[in-house]
């Protein structure tokens, strides 16, 4: 078992694609469930858009630990102050994957969702990173319902009405038109 937590349905576009679409097979009375698994809490979150699946980035995570002989926590705890950098939520270190992109990885701390012993690296997109973009969680989420809407409803969502049924579902109001930044995350969405 990996010692490490990367949150797909919070970091890997595709998955968040993918999670959107089964949730609209099933209608939109689960638009609530919906969110509670996406959404991250407030502020920005880092996407991963590239070609690799959530196992093959996961892979080479855990061949990168095996590798270092840092699957034990203190080992890695140990690495971590030896060979990485310090921010305010501690020791973390970033790792090039086999794309180009680059995820962080930093102990979990004790704000992390996770409370299990079991998992003691926290692994997410880098910002800054190739094949990955900053999103704040309010477009996120916005983006989020207009595909879903437009799914569950088999509209378009460039469909000003339906975009405005979706932002009532999460407490917004209407707009005379899509702003630009979310229609081109509604389209990622589409595309992954």
Do not use: W
């Not at 595709?14 to 949730?23: D, N």
């Not at 707009?175 to 992954?192: D, F, G, H, T």
């Amino acid at each position: 078992m990996e010692p490490f937590i990367f949150n797909a349905n919070k970091h890997h576009l595709a998955t968040i694609a993918q999670k959107i679409r089964e949730f609209a097979q099933q209608g939109e009375a689960l638009q609530e469930k919906l969110l509670e698994e996406i959404l991250p809490g407030e502020g920005v979150v880092d996407i991963y858009d590239g070609k690799l699946s959530v196992a093959d980035l996961e892979g080479e995570v855990f061949l990168f630990l095996q590798k270092n002989n840092i699957l034990a926590e203190e080992a890695y705890k140990t690495y971590l102050e030896t060979h990485g950098d310090i921010k305010r939520h501690g020791h973390y270190l970033c790792l090039t994957l086999s794309d180009g992109s680059i995820v962080t990885l930093r102990r979990m701390g004790f704000y992390e969702v996770v409370k299990d012993p079991r998992y003691f690296v926290h692994v997410h997109p880098a910002r800054h990173s190739p094949h990955t973009f900053r999103v704040p969680t309010n477009r996120l989420k916005t983006a989020i319902m207009i595909y879903f809407v437009a799914l569950c409803q088999k509209g378009s969502s460039g469909d000003l009405s339906l975009i405005n049924q979706a932002r009532a579902k999460i407490g917004l109001c209407s707009i005379p038109e899509i702003p630009e930044p979310i229609a081109v995350l509604v389209q990622k969405l589409e595309r992954a």
